[in-house]
Every structure is written in C-alpha cells, then in structure tokens.
C-alpha cells in the first residue's frame, strides 16, 4: 500500500476543513448579544414570610383583594392566612374562614371550643403565590396564555386565557382559582403594577408586623436576599421540584 | 394520470392554506417566545404591559402625610403608628378627587382583627393586648372610650 506524502496532506486539510464546517455555523456571542438572547434577568422577585410576626389580622388579604379588584365577597382570594392550632393530644386544628379576609376573631375552630390550656403552641401561615421557578402551571398551559416575565413572575394573560383550568388543577399550592368576572384563570402577581413602579405590594404595605417582605434576589445587598443567604428558611412543598420563591421563616412540619 | 384522481390533493393543500392563512390573521405579531425558554416564556408580549397598568389603589401613608399631616404626626408617636392609615379607611384611590371623603369605619370587628383576645402561647398574637368582644362593652363602637390614632390607654 502506498500512501504519499502529498496525498497525506491533502486529505489531512480536507478533514480539517470537513470539521470545521459545521462549527462555523455557531457563532460567538459578546455579553450584551446574549443578554438580549436570553432576557434581562437583572432581577429575581421573591417573597419572605416571617410566620413567628403574623398576628393573624387579614390585613394583607383585604389590601389585596381591593387593589387587584378580586370581587370581595366571593369565596375566592390571591393571598389568604391559614391558623394552625396543637392542642395537647398531637391534633392540628387548621382553619381559614372567608381566607382570613376578616382576620381571625373567634377562639372557636370550625365550631369547635378549644380550651386555652390544651394548647400547646399557634401560629398564622400566610399563604400566596410561589412564583416558581419551575412554575408547573405554565408548562400544562396548552394555548400560553400563563408564562414566567424575566424578573420571575407568573401572570396569566386574560385576553388569551380559554378558561381550561389546567392550571388550576397543576399548581400543587392550590393558588390559582377562576375569577368570578373575567371567566379566566386568576393568580397573585406580586401586585406587578406595584413592584415595577417601585412600590411594595399590597400585601407587603398593609402587613402591620412586617410578616411579609418583598426582595430581589439577584441583589446581594437586598436584606430579603441576606435573610434568604444568612438564616434559617423553608419553602412549602419542596418535594415537587417547582423551586418555589416564597421563603419562609419558622415555617412548621404541620404546615402542608 | 387523470385530473380527477388529483382532486382530493387540490382539496387538502386549500384547507392547510387556508388554516395557515386564518392561524396568520387570528395569532398576535408579537406572540412567541419571550421568556427564558418556550416552555415558560410562550406568550404574548404586550401581555405585560396589560399588567403594568393596573391602576394602584392603595397610595401608602407618606401620601396622606401630604395633607393630613397633624394625624400623620400623631399616629406615628403612637402604638399604633405601625398600622397603615389605608388598612383601616380603605385606599386611597383617586381621593380627594374620587372619592372626596374616605369611609370610616367604626365598626368593633375592625379593631378585633387583632384585639380580640386569642390565647395562644409563642404566638405574637396572644402578646397583643387583647378583649372577649362579647364581654367587653358588648355593642359599644371601640371608639368611644379609646382613639385609634392614639390608642394608649394613658390618654383616655
């Protein structure tokens, strides 16, 4: 067999060229190119919850109500505050009358006399939108009308929402429901016409005890994020893989 | 080959123009991937924008302080100054233009959000001084004997 020195390089500069080829159809990207490509997630709203400051008021949820103009006597809310009561014999008493839009008044749990001595401990469990990071009501959404903005949050479009309720049934924190007006799928939106114009939300303002706090995560100077960083936190079903971004501080086992 | 064979083709490239055509028409300009991926960011993008102007209702207590600043000062050298002004007279909306006048609310199950006596141990709630409304002066506005903006019980 004879392989000569010419025909050697010849197919060696073929090859390289051959290899070559498809790499040529990528393209370097500068920072700013990719950024554009990718979207400016120059911010990553996320939401603290301090549960051993929450009183139980239902400030936060009639606040809400009225500043998204969710109908305030239907049996549908964004945001709610559940009690959770241990009495001595290891029960959990759990409740959340009208979402705790009217706060928590009465001792009695579901008409039930609970006598302050049984007590073991109590305590107020804000609840909203967790505004995933893998957010499983987007993906089942068949038509996209529900997306994540770059910033982090998940809002439903309601001029393209077909009222499926797929979502509603995908969220494993049971937050979506059907508003009552507009027949589509309804959810917290961290009051995105607030935080974009720098404001807090509703629920945020009208919490007197600061239970509640907005953060960007992306901002390491942010004392949300330095909480999030330094301390002890919890998120609400982990085990699902949505990454929720609701933290929440002395967050209990009991608390589903 | 004869024409006729060739007419269910001409029947069934018509109707994918025509889906085509009407999926063209009815779809916005600016739907698509607009997020980080198509799995999460499919959308429309004016859709934002839809949210965005969502008027604010609830202006915050700094707005109030704008006119009312005699009860601004004295809330905020009280218990009480922790509350916002907008959680007990409902928001501000376009006031004083629309409303003129914000509704207040005298009513006991307002002051009972927090002061209705739960006796709950490690719980900030059963720090709060509390009452059994059906005990303490049963039907009597709470603003009779205590004021809301000063609510400490040495200036009764």
């Known amino acids: ?256 | 080959m004869k024409k006729h064979a060739l007419k269910p083709l001409w029947v069934a490239l018509t109707v994918i123009a025509l889906v085509l055509l009407a999926r063209y028409v009815m779809v916005p300009k600016d739907f698509g991937v607009n997020g980080r991926n198509f799995t999460y960011g499919f959308h429309r993008q004016s859709a934002i924008n839809d949210w965005l102007v969502v008027p604010v209702k609830y202006k915050g207590k700094e707005s109030c302080n704008e006119c009312h600043d005699d009860k601004y000062a004295e809330n905020l050298e009280s218990r009480h100054r922790l509350l916002e002004c907008e959680n007990c007279h409902g928001p501000a909306l376009e006031h004083p233009e629309n409303p003129e006048r914000l509704v207040i609310d005298l009513s006991r199950d307002l002051c009972l959000r927090c002061h209705s006596k739960l006796d709950y141990p490690n719980s900030p709630r059963g720090a709060l001084p509390g009452i059994d409304p059906a005990e303490h002066n049963a039907g009597l506005a709470c603003s009779e004997c205590h004021n809301p903006h000063r609510p400490d019980l040495e200036d009764m």
């Open chain 1, 1 to 256: 067999m004879s392989f000569s020195r010419r025909k050697f390089l010849v197919t060696s500069l073929k090859g390289a060229i051959g290899a070559a080829l498809p790499i040529s159809a990528f393209r370097l990207l500068s920072p700013a190119e990719a950024r554009a490509v990718v979207g400016d997630a120059s911010r990553r709203w996320v939401f603290l919850v301090d549960t051993t400051k929450c009183v139980g008021c239902g400030l936060c949820v009639k606040a809400c109500k009225k500043e998204n103009e969710v109908p305030y006597d239907a049996p549908v809310t964004r945001t709610w505050v559940e009690r959770y009561v241990v009495t001595r014999d290891g029960q959990t008493h759990i409740d959340s009358p009208n979402g705790a839009r009217d706060g928590f008044t009465d001792p009695r749990i579901d008409d039930q006399e609970i006598p302050a001595e049984e007590i073991t401990k109590a305590f107020f469990v804000p609840k909203l939108c967790n505004q995933c990071e893998n957010p499983a009501c987007v993906q089942v959404c068949p038509v996209g009308a529900t997306f994540q903005t770059r910033d982090g949050v998940v809002l439903v479009d309601r001029n393209w929402c077909i009222g499926c309720g797929y979502c509603i049934m995908a969220c494993p924190y049971g937050v979506r429901f059907f508003h009552p007006v507009y027949k589509v799928a309804e959810k917290c939106t961290f009051c995105y016409h607030r935080i974009s114009k720098g404001l807090e939300s509703a629920c945020v303002q009208a919490c007197p005890f600061e239970a509640r706090r907005m953060g960007d995560l992306r901002n390491m100077e942010d004392p949300v994020t330095q909480i999030i960083m330094n301390e002890r936190i919890a998120v609400l079903k982990d085990e699902y893989g949505t990454k929720p971004q609701v933290f929440y501080i002395g967050l209990d086992a009991r608390v589903r």
